[in-house]
């Protein structure tokens, strides 16, 4: 999958320094990735994952000290697309609580 967010990751992680590595290995697992459906990405994920509506996943990261909601564009077998993944919420459990996860986006830096 390509991982058009990364950096949205890597910020995020210099901020809060527990959740870097785990960030880290999060992105390195979409950036392997090639998943097909919803199932596919929670069957093989390494982080715990929800699909939820509107095309998106929640990973819980760190013992789920943190969330991470991304939007996903699924691999095409047929157009040899990869698939794209984009960050659209990254916070803390309690701050997950707050927002509406179907339509919450992060602001362009």
């Known amino acids: 999958m390509r ?26 697992m979409v950036e392997a990735a090639r998943w097909r459906d919803a199932e596919h990405l929670r069957a093989t994920s390494s982080f715990p994952a929800r699909p939820i509506g509107n095309k998106r996943v929640v990973f819980n990261v760190k013992g789920n000290t943190y969330r ?3 939007a996903v564009r699924y691999a095409d077998e047929s157009a040899e ?13 309690a701050e997950y609580d707050e927002i509406d996860p179907e339509t919450v986006d992060i602001p362009p830096a």
Request: glycine share 10%.
């Open 3 to 28: 991982l058009l967010s990364r950096r949205t990751l890597e910020r995020f992680g210099e901020a809060h320094a527990d959740s870097r590595q785990a960030l880290a290995d999060l992105a390195g």
């Open 81 to 93: 697309h990869n698939g794209v993944v984009i960050v659209k919420f990254i916070g803390s459990h």
């Open 68 to 70: 991470v909601i991304v």
